[in-house]
């Protein structure tokens, strides 16, 4: 893992052959929680995203464009950074293959492999996905009526191709593979995912073609009209980004998760390990490989007509609740299904109701009956429930699952107005006598606002940072202060509604 302090985050970088989706989205919300969530403990976090502009689909989407490649890959960069601007995403750097700092990366990471031995001339013949940016044996494809079909692009025509290249000894990495997952099985989460890479592994590796011949790309060392494949290419930007090969590498190298696609485990889980012990370079601590957003059980898909914009399903409710929605439907371990109408239900019940009804309700009863000021008081049952529940999600956003994470902090919400219906703090303010028993009700509500803004700070950052400015707070609490967190004295104001209803 990256040097002790440093907390070095990536995300599989975008392919610049299309505009942002939601399936980006997610990937992109997902690590920004889990960054966010780091700089609450107080970690000094390096969180990376970028693009991919290299390939043969590059230059097949420019030239249907009418533009230079590079023309393309610049108006692709802009819509995706305007996309991560709008959704709040906390990225530190934003790497693009087409920069000089990372041509540098990739000609050294190749000498470095070459040095090894473990490269070689060869000749590869064979079917080539372009949108996958991979060769394909006939057992990755799905044949119909006599024709091979690439699973995840059946409507794109699959190439034969025949072609003198650079390979790279993939095949004599099968072992030191296989003990990587033996001696280090986080290196692969979850679960699931090692077990498939595993079984790929133990069924042998083929030497992997590392050039090819085409005209946009890292040119590679020494190779007239070559360039370097596109994932050993891609691949390469978890390094530069560090500054690679230059001596400060290491004080964020190597990272700590690598944040990517089910889809795209084999490149990260077989390939960036054994390009990285061939060169001699530590190993990233985690693969983590989320799954997939599907709609209302079928797959988002543009040509099968289920679609949900991302400029649409950030406007029904706004970007905030867009991140918390994805995060709280969809495993970030598994596969998820969303819908505009599942959306809705959420906002209203668990965000307006549950959530922007206790904030109101809590600072309002604190207006009324202290004049704004928390009163000081001894602990509640609500007070030992936020502080579990603060354990629970801790537990949960460390181990990376954020759903969980989310639900520690719903349940939060939902003991508080709990509290609040059965501590009857109306009834109290009429009486007295009972002064005591309301100053407990009413600080130990802002106590669990002050917990909630922290525990969904990562999630929807702008709305967390408001809620602590009307708890009299700079800013949502660090996790590590949660369970001694008291708010006696400070003034609260409540302010506009949190989540308003929709129109």
Known sequence: MSPPGRFYLTTAIDYA??????????????????????????????????????????????????????????????????????????????????????????????????????????????????????????????????????PLHPSREIQWTVEENWFFRLSSYRDPLLALLAERPEFIRPEVRRNEIRQVIEGGLQDLSVSRSLPWGVPWPGAQ??????????????????????????????????????DITRFHCIYWPAFLMSAGLPLPGTVWAHGFVGYGG????????????????????????????????????????????????????????????????????IERYRDGVVPAAGDTELDARATDLAGAYARA???????????????LAAAANGFVTASEPWALAKAPDRAAELDAVLHALARALGILSSMLAPFMPGK???????????????????????????????GDILFPRPA
Not at 397 to 411: I, K, S
């Open 225 to 262: 009209g070559e360039v370097a494949y596109v994932w050993i290419d891609a691949l390469t930007n978890y390094l530069s980004a560090t500054g690679f090969p230059n001596a400060d590498y290491t004080r964020l190298w190597p990272a700590d998760v690598h944040v990517i696609g089910k």
């Open 397 to 411: 956003m460390d181990a990376h699952l954020l759903h969980e994470g989310l639900q520690a902090a719903f349940d």
């Open 464 to 494: 967390m940072a408001s809620l602590a400015a009307r708890l009299g707070l700079d800013a949502p609490p660090r996790t590590t202060d949660l369970p001694t967190l008291r708010l006696a004295g400070k003034k609260v104001e409540r």
């Open 17 to 150: 052959n299309g505009l942002p989706h939601l399936g980006h989205a997610l990937e992109k919300i997902g690590a920004d929680a889990i960054a966010r969530y780091r700089r609450l403990k107080g970690e000094d976090v390096h969180f990376v995203i970028g693009m991919d502009e290299h390939g043969q689909n590059i230059i097949q989407s420019a030239e249907q464009a009418g533009v230079a490649p590079q023309e393309w890959v610049d108006s692709i960069a802009d819509a995706f950074l305007a996309a991560w601007d709008r959704l709040l995403i906390s990225n530190d750097d934003f790497i693009r293959t087409t920069e000089q700092r990372h041509r540098i990366a990739v000609v050294e990471l190749i000498r470095r492999i070459e040095a090894a031995g473990d490269l070689y001339r060869g000749t590869y013949e064979g079917w080539y996905c372009v949108r996958c940016e991979a060769f394909k044996s006939e057992e990755d494809l799905e044949g119909a009526d006599g024709e091979l079909r690439c």
């Open 298 to 365: 079928r797959k988002l898909s543009k040509s099968e007509g289920v679609t949900f914009d991302l400029d649409e399903a950030i406007e029904r409710h706004g970007a905030e609740a867009l991140r918390y929605y994805l995060l709280r439907e969809v495993p970030w371990d598994a596969d998820g299904d969303i819908t505009r109408e599942r959306f809705d239900e959420r906002y209203t019940a668990e965000l307006a109701n549950d959530i922007g009804n206790l904030v109101n309700r809590s600072l309002s009863m």
